[in-house]
């Protein structure tokens, strides 16, 4: 038999595509040789030795009972696992049959409150390379929650971008996705998903749509608008591999939402995470949007306020009914903290339906299912009693099936007692009245064991006995026990059973007659509860669309009240939605740094007239801040949140850019200047003349000659061809310049102080004026930043030159010999210098020098290092190396 387990072990594993495979053997799951050492080692397990033909394996067991953690731990930490369980055949011999996969996607029983979307994508190319400038049919599906959403997007980009926005942790890549290495890499780059090779039979477009229909029945799937193919191909393969898991949820996954990018403003991957929306540019949640706002009191409202951050809208309809919802709980503090006050009790209905449907709730969770609905009306009379009448929020939960949720409510409450075991076969389930034959097999049991209670004391008057207890253990199942002094004094009808020391145990023919029948009857109690329980557990499944409801409801007004919570704490105020070429801040503030810094509030206007800003100023002045604040208020507002300002209107745009300087991206450790021009690239294709556009930083990443030229190029073909609002920080002051030659284009600058007496003592003011700055004020900043202050000075020294020039040196592609270049203010262009220059202009007197060996090898020293490879502190060093070298050149002494 032993080796027939190992065997048996070694068979599945061959069968199955998981990682790791638990087998069952009686009361526990064991996991055998390779499995074994590596469940041991992940989950601090012990392993023991299993002697199976002739050889020894390791084994680690977990009981039966204990499994479901273990299998969370294990799919957490990224392993799949198969779950074989044992049956018994005709001839009662054992055999082991894998009955589920637990895989990231499909994992049912976990602790963590954030949606678990498993995503399927599928592209059209029927070769073998996905053709990205296709269409991709997207699906999302939740099993925890039933979620279940699908969409089809233009691109590979888009596509990314949903994933992105979704972030599953689970990817099913079509046919032709899988093959598409960028793709997968671009997905998994930017969430931990991980990708599933599932079948590619379930993509072809027969199965999948008879998967779709079977689930959702022809009419759904064609009232509900899926004509997209693609969406399709992905929806039906998310079902099939849903089901073949077997995690049994389907009953709870009861539509399908098909959305279009039409609904929804577009925010790019990059976007997303550069805005901080769910999690800061470091990875943490903490400081992001989301957190900032989160004052949610459910898990449900938590996501749903993600979702709604993540995907915000552009139809005014949805837009203006969330704000009036805002607006009315932002004003009525009392019936706002009532509310939360109920919605606090709230269970999450949408997980508990999940886990109905699966078959894996208990008595317990369906307990709170009860006490989620028993809230309804409490909710409903607090929203119509109270100045809320008026609103939106009624509304909310107006489509739900009032009657259809107090009557599961009333049948959960007739059916189950107050304090319930956690498992569901043992009996004790059920409420006396729920069902007749349970009562008379109530009735029986608990008559025996009366005549159980009374026994004792009857033995003690019967036969004059003192010391005598009625009990039950595993061994000796029921006995009558007789303090050891009194033991011979039992009738002959008592036969002894066992001796201890200091009291004997008899039993009786009554009392093993009682015994059967009370074994019996808990038997069958076990087993009708059970039938029952079932039954019952069937009934709030069918119900599945409805406590859905309830839950989406609930979330809802949640998200109301956190976003008005946060609004009124924080001063917010009440967007005023336009049509596109509108946005018009008075005291805007950043709703993340407002949180920890006493902020100065700033000011922002663009329309059609004037809809490109050249934001200038120093370094740390708050250029990034500034524009991050207007694409977050934008945000919000399409959120349908109020906004942190005085006052805002807000056209509505059909999609927010942005790109960050290469600084930011070199501290992520991404390549720079590659990076730079693909989002560059990204946008100037994306955007369009709906859109908003941040620029912080472009070109920043190459040499000053190609850098400002490719910000320049930029900065025109936004102005001329896209047409859209755009905001473009830069370090080029030349820029500036650009204001009177492009009609849209102005200039403002974030102020400092003392800004006539030179950049050794200036005050960062985060106030916003017209104009621009004239300097910069990069050398003040490496000042604060402890750079040695030999550095320091020549910088200055070096930029007053400059100054006094007005001409930015930069070296000619494909020449080694260095050139000069003239940045030609008024022609707004560069100019190659005059070869005939002065000859006591600096740049000449540098070419002069170029002949002086020390010179020459400081500047070919000086070319070959790569600024993006080398530590900051090293960088110094070899500055100041080469300053000294310059130096001693420099001094004929030398
Ligand atoms: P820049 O983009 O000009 O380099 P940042 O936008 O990164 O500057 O801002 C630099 C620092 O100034 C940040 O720490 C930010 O928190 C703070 N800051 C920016 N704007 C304001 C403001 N309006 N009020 C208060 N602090 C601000």
Request: proline fraction near 4%.
């Amino acid at each position: 038999m032993s080796q027939g387990i190992v065997g048996q072990f070694h068979a599945l594993k061959a069968d199955s595509d998981a990682d790791l495979v638990a087998m069952q053997c009686g009361d526990f799951y064991e996991f055998f040789d390779e499995d074994a050492e590596c469940v041991a080692a992940e989950l601090e397990l012990t392993t023991s030795t299993k002697s199976s033909g002739g050889e020894s394996y390791p084994m680690a067991g977990v009981p039966v009972s204990e499994l479901q953690p273990y299998l969370t731990a294990l799919v957490e930490r990224g392993y799949t696992v198969a779950v074989a369980d044992q049956f018994e055949d005709d001839s009662g011999d054992f055999y082991r049959e894998i009955t589920r996969r637990v895989t990231p996607g499909t994992l049912l029983e976990t602790a963590d409150s954030d949606a678990q979307y498993l995503a399927a994508v599928v592209a059209p190319a029927g070769d073998d390379t996905a053709d990205d400038s296709g269409p991709y049919g997207l699906a999302f599906a939740d099993i925890t929650t039933g979620q279940f959403l699908v969409t089809e997007v233009a691109d590979a980009d888009s596509a990314v971008a949903e994933c992105y926005r979704f972030d599953p942790v689970e990817l099913l890549p079509g046919p032709a996705v899988r093959t598409d290495d960028a793709f997968l890499d671009a997905v998994t780059d930017r969430s931990d998903a991980e990708v599933t090779l599932h079948t590619t039979d379930a993509f072809a477009p027969g199965r999948a749509t008879h998967a779709v229909t079977e689930q959702f029945g022809d009419e759904t799937a064609d009232s509900i608008g899926l004509d997209s193919a693609l969406a399709r191909r992905a929806a039906g393969a998310t079902l099939a591999y849903v089901a073949e898991t077997g995690v049994g949820v389907r009953q709870s996954m009861t539509r399908l939402q098909p959305y279009t990018a039409d609904d929804h403003l577009t925010l790019d991957a990059t976007t997303q995470r550069n805005l901080e929306l769910v999690e800061t540019m470091q990875g943490d949640s903490d400081g992001s949007l989301l957190a900032t706002l989160d004052h949610t009191e459910t898990s449900p409202g938590r996501r749903l306020l993600r979702e709604w951050l993540t995907r915000p809208r552009r139809d005014h309809t949805t837009l203006d009914r969330r704000l009036d919802s805002v607006a009315a709980v932002a004003s009525a503090a009392l019936s706002r903290q009532r509310l939360q006050e109920t919605l606090g009790g709230a269970s999450d209905l949408e997980r508990l339906t999940s886990r109905v449907a699966s078959g894996s709730a208990g008595a317990t969770e369906l307990l709170s299912i009860r006490d989620t609905l028993a809230l309804l009306p409490d909710i409903a009379s607090g929203l119509r009693d109270s100045e809320l009448a008026d609103s939106p929020l009624p509304g909310v939960s107006a489509d739900i099936d009032r009657d259809a949720a107090a009557d599961l409510r009333d049948t959960l409450d007739d059916a189950i007692v107050a304090d319930p075991p956690q498992t569901v076969t043992q009996g004790e389930l059920f409420k006396r009245g729920y069902d007749d034959d349970l009562d008379d097999l109530i009735d029986q049991h608990e008559a025996a064991k009366e005549w159980l209670d009374g026994l004792a004391d009857r033995i003690k008057q019967r036969h004059g006995l003192t010391h005598v207890s009625v009990d039950r253990n595993k061994t000796d199942g029921y006995y009558v026990q007789v303090g050891q002094s009194e033991a011979d004094a039992v009738p002959d009808s008592f036969s002894h059973v066992r001796t201890l020391k200091n009291s004997k145990r008899f039993v009786t023919d009554e009392l093993a007659e009682r015994e059967r029948e009370i074994l019996r009857l808990e038997e069958q109690r076990g087993e009708l509860e059970y039938e029952l329980f079932e039954a019952l557990r069937e009934t709030v499944a069918a119900q599945s669309a409805l406590l859905q409801d309830v839950g989406r409801a609930i979330a809802e007004l949640d998200v109301y009240c956190s976003l008005a919570t946060h609004a009124a704490a924080n001063g917010w105020c009440r967007p005023t939605l336009a049509e596109p070429g509108t946005l018009d801040i008075t005291a805007g503030r950043h709703p993340v740094v407002e949180q920890t810094t006493e902020f100065v509030p700033n000011d922002l206007r663009v329309d059609n007239d004037r809809g490109f800003l050249l934001v200038t100023g120093p370094n740390m002045s708050g250029k990034s801040t500034y524009m991050r604040q207007a694409a977050l208020i934008t945000l919000l507002a399409q959120v349908g949140s109020f906004v942190p300002a005085d006052a805002a209107t807000v056209g509505v745009v059909d999609g927010i850019y942005t790109r960050v300087g290469a600084l930011d991206e070199l501290a992520q450790g991404r390549s720079t200047f590659m990076v730079e021009m693909q989002e560059l690239s990204n946008i100037l294709h994306s955007a369009t003349d709906e859109s908003l556009v941040i620029l912080d930083e472009v070109g920043r990443g190459t040499a000053t000659y190609d850098g400002i030229s490719i910000a320049w190029a930029a900065t025109e073909y936004i102005h001329n061809r896209i047409g859209c609002h755009c905001l473009f920080a830069t370090h080029y002051h030349e820029l500036t310049a650009l204001a009177s030659h492009l009609e849209r284009v102005g200039n403002v600058h974030v102020a400092v102080a003392n800004e006539g007496e030179g950049d050794e003592e200036i005050t960062f003011l985060r106030t916003v004026e017209e104009g621009a700055t004239d300097r910069s004020y990069g050398i003040h900043v490496a000042d604060l930043a402890g750079v040695p202050d030999p550095v320091v000075d020549r910088a200055r020294s070096v930029l007053d030159k400059l100054r006094s020039e007005k001409a930015v040196e930069a070296k000619g592609s494909g020449s080694n010999k260095p050139t000069q270049a003239v940045f030609d203010l008024s022609a707004g262009e560069f100019r190659a210098a005059d070869n005939g220059m002065d000859s006591d202009t600096p740049a000449t007197t540098e070419m002069s020098e170029e002949s002086d060996p020390a010179v020459r090898s400081v500047l070919s020293e000086l070319e070959a290092t790569d600024i993006d490879e080398t530590p900051p502190v090293e960088l110094m060093a070899k500055v100041q190396q080469w300053q000294d070298r310059l130096a001693d050149a420099d001094d004929p002494q030398h």
